[in-house]
């Protein structure tokens, strides 16, 4: 909803899913790269792995939403007093 929670989302579940997966792959064999697809896509074709995938990005989100630190920011994206003020501008200038 916002920029802060946005860029804390991305990151941890970059972090932590990364984590995840180097786990996944240190503990499963995988075939041998032969083009068709990637470790990853190897690794989540079974339904245990992805949802194990599905439940760390879920908690990373749920972390983030429950964190006092983000509470009372504002949401992403001009209000409406500044949209009605590009409004406004466009009608002026390009004549719509």
Request: aromatic residues 10%; proline residues 7%; charged residues 25%.
């Amino acid at each position: 909803e916002t920029p802060h929670r946005l860029l804390a989302f991305r990151t941890f579940a970059y972090i932590r899913c990364g984590i995840l997966l180097g786990q996944l792959l240190f503990d499963n064999d995988v075939p041998e790269y032969d083009g068709s697809e990637s470790w990853i896509e190897s690794l989540l074709r079974d339904p245990a792995h992805h949802a194990a995938l599905t439940a760390e990005v879920r908690a990373v989100a749920e972390e983030i939403a429950a964190d006092p630190q983000y509470a009372g920011e504002g949401p992403l994206g001009p209000d409406p007093d500044a949209r009605e003020r590009f409004r406004v501008f466009a009608r002026e200038h390009l004549g719509s």
